[in-house]
């Protein structure tokens, strides 16, 4: 279908005395131009940079728009200019409150038309009949195409090797603010346990008696090696709050999102706050505050990032897949040169310099993303503008959201098995590995880099091999793909298993070939998690339900913390054992419901 803006103009024009309706400037120079060049077409309605935005058209005169607010000062217009028009028509409901009651039938595939509103209440069209009483009336509703700014969309179309230039942009600057998390990440538990709490001095940390009391307490007076434990348990389940909490505060930031403010400033605002975080972690007084403000920053960070990568292409784009594995690879990439950094600055001049260079980190991201903001999609809000609240949306989509938040559930095992690279594994490799190579000594911090090598290095070798099970139209689906990662998960603990019961001390070449067995599971559930997230989501729930996805992180990562104090209990063979056996069992679990999962995805088209 194609609209001619110039029988558009004109019939607007010559139908009253009053200023044309007119678009705000920067939409109707697009709409113009692609008009008369004959390139509007259905798909433009829906693109993520020029969605359709609806307002009342009343009878009575013509609207037009204020050009320095961007707002409409009068929105009536006469029925017969309407009828001049030619629009397409379709038709939608007013609640009560003058709301939309669900989607525009008709007019999701149209880039301009009209929609005749019934309204639920008298007040919304209402006249009074020669008896006195109120009548309902069919009002006319038209809607538009919210354009950006000049230069916007053409910014936004610009590619580089075949992918938009925005998803550099934001990989580059996900690089950055994961060198900070996983920076004081490595730094953490060998933190707490090493320098944090030292006899005495660990009181004068702001909170940290009354949170210390809150999991059983720690007695002073007890023997060295009895409060050596104590102070590894109670280190675990600080870690487990901290690194949960993070995947907590991404549903609030994600409605703030969606609902008032926008993905670019919000995730500008959370990035600020991490900055001062991390400068904070650089006191001893202020740990836990400094942990405090990282996880608050976080939450408007995380998800919303991820939901501009996937605002990035149209449904349907078989580049989704491929581009979440690039932003993937910009977090690794972080994740991979951040322990290296810290780690030799900690030895160098103290856990200090270590949590400065993470603040440096997240500093340098955010010049990226303030720098390159023309090339990432703009805020956008869905406030109620086609449907009543969010309520109204899940209960239009109950079986599709309901399968996203299994999936994203079942999440929660591998994320507590995982972490325990960053918790009690690191403490493994400090006290119970072999880490000289000739004379040097490898810190403890730079194990902290190896997924992160592994992931850079077999993301190609995966998505290879994906392309080519789908040239043969073999590939796995999403669910199929995340319980593999559950059976990799459970094998590299078994791989650590072995030499724990035949050596007495381990070698580095176990560490090494357990995270890579260990990555490999990661690579087929976490990128492909955040793409079948991103997919399946309705476009008014996407940063939610990416938060959903992450609250299966914080529990995943708060059971980690609780796994955690088992293991200077239970010895290291039955701890790793555990891990394995309850990866598998989870597996299974996934392969299990797989069928309920994807008919709940068919039984609800997205809107």
Known sequence: MHLDAVQWQRASRESSKDPPWQFPKPTRRWF??????????????????????????????????????????????????????????????????????????????????????????????RSEGADGEREEERRPFAFHLEGEDEGEGESLDQEWFGFPIGLYVLAGTELWERFSYYGMKALLVLYM??????????????????????????????????????????????????????????????????????????????????????LLMTFHSTFLLALLFIVIGTGGFKSNISTQVGRLFQAGDSRRDTAFSIFYCGINLGAFIAPLATGVLHHALGFGAGFSAAAVGMAAGMVLYISGQKFVPGDRTEKSAHVSDTWDILKRSKRRVLSIIAM??????????????????????????????????????????????????????????????????????????????????????????????????VGMVWIFLMIAVLTVGELFLSPIGLSFVSQNAPPQLGSFLMGVWFLASFAGNYLAGFLGTFYS???????????????????????????????????????
């Open 408 to 505: 994203s559930s079942l999440t929660i095992v591998f994320w507590a098995v995982y972490e325990q690279k960053s918790n009690t594994l690191a403490l493994f490799e400090d006290r119970e590995v072999n880490r000289y190579v000739g004379r040097f000594h490898v810190p403890t911090e730079w194990f902290q880099s190896i997924d992160a090598l592994f992931i850079l290095a077999f993301t190609p070798l995966v998505g290879m091999f994906w392309r080519y099970q789908n040239g043969r139209n073999q590939e796995p689906s999403p669910e199929t793909k995340m319980g593999i990662g559950y059976v990799f998960a459970s094998v590299s603990y078994l791989v650590l298993l072995l030499p724990v019961l035949l050596f007495s001390q």
């Open 569 to 607: 209990t239970v010895g290291h063979a039955w701890f790793f054992a555990l891990l394995s056996l309850l990866a598998i069992l989870n597996g299974a679990l996934v392969f299990f419901l797989r069928p309920w999962i994807q008919r709940g995805l068919q039984a609800t088209p997205i809107r």
């Open 193 to 278: 346990n090493d320098g944090l709490f030292e006899q005495e001095q660990w009181q004068e940390v702001y909170g940290l008696r009354t949170l210390v009391a809150l999991y059983g307490g720690l007695d002073e007076s007890a023997p060295l090696e009895e409060r050596e434990k104590r102070v590894q348990q109670v280190s675990s389940s600080i870690y487990g709050l901290y690194t949960s909490l993070v995947y907590l505060t991404p549903i609030v930031g994600g409605l703030l999102a969606d609902r008032k403010f926008g993905q670019y400033r919000v995730v500008v605002v959370g990035g600020l706050i991490i900055i001062l975080g991390h």
């Open 32 to 125: 113009v131009s692609n008009a008369k060049a004959g390139n509007l077409t259905p798909s433009d309605a829906t693109s993520p940079r020029r969605r359709a935005s609806p307002f009342v058209l009343e009878e009575g005169a013509n609207a037009a728009w204020n050009r320095r607010s961007g707002k409409a000062w009068n929105r009536h217009v006469r029925r017969e200019d309407l009828d001049a028009m030619n629009l397409p028509r379709a038709s939608v409901e007013r609640d009560e409150r003058d709301r939309l009651l669900g989607g525009a039938s008709g007019a999701s595939d149209k880039p301009l038309g009209i929609l005749d509103v019934e309204s639920k209440e008298d007040r919304t069209a």
